[in-house]
């Protein structure tokens, strides 16, 4: 059964509260967003059924969730929600053909959710490989996972403590408190704000200037 009225009104009221605080609509969210998000994905996980409209509509509202996390720079999060949203692909495909459009986002999540889980050091994503193998196919698969390893590669690099759980318990905390005390927007002082508040919650991050040496950043 698809989702009730009531739950798809309060879904697009906590849609409506995350994009209106953007400055633009390209924007992203922020520490602002994630008890918002964070509903949103209450509700949405709070259903179990396997019927077509309720897995349409969790894979949209998943992938919202999925690109929100990413552009808040909470990839590890992001990772966590693709991995659901291809389970919900696969239940689907049981269901019924993908329609080109359908195929198309299909594999632009597999490629996400390989994006997510290298981002931050490598991963073979053998339980994404397994997951899916057997529907997608191993050549598919492989060159999706290899193109979404080389689009990484080009990137800075974060600190993979960005993953670990007792960062995302208080990097909220953390960027409320840069929020109220920084003097301008610039990079390096939003680094060195950051990796002070953190270092305050007992966690050693390691800002891209560490990580990057001799990448100009501005």
């Known amino acids: ?122 991963d073979a994503c053998k339980d994404l490989m397994d997951m899916l193998s057997e529907s997608v196919g191993q050549d598919k698969l492989s060159e999706l996972y290899q193109n979404a390893a080389n689009a990484r590669r080009g990137l800075p690099k974060d600190d993979p403590v960005e993953q670990t759980e007792e960062y995302l318990a208080v990097i909220d905390e953390v960027e409320r408190l840069i929020d109220e005390n920084k003097t301008m927007d610039f990079c390096m002082e939003y680094w060195s704000l950051k990796s002070y508040y953190l270092s305050q919650k007992g966690i050693y991050w390691r800002s891209p200037v560490l990580l990057n040496p001799g990448v100009m950043f501005d």
């Open 1 to 122: 059964m698809a989702y009730t009225e009531q739950e798809v009104k309060r879904l697009q009221e906590l849609y409506t509260l995350i994009e209106s605080r953007k400055e633009h609509p390209n924007a992203a969210p922020t520490y602002k967003d994630s008890p918002a998000l964070a509903e949103t994905a209450q509700i949405i996980l709070s259903r179990n059924d396997a019927d077509i409209d309720t897995l349409v509509d969790k894979i949209a509202v998943l992938g919202y969730l999925c690109d929100s996390y990413y552009s808040l720079g909470r990839a590890a999060v992001s990772a966590k929600y693709y991995k659901i949203m291809l389970g919900c692909y696969l239940a689907l495909k049981k269901l019924k053909s993908l329609n080109t459009k359908e195929q198309e986002a299909f594999e632009y999540a597999i490629f996400m959710a390989f994006k997510t889980r290298v981002y931050y050091e490598p």
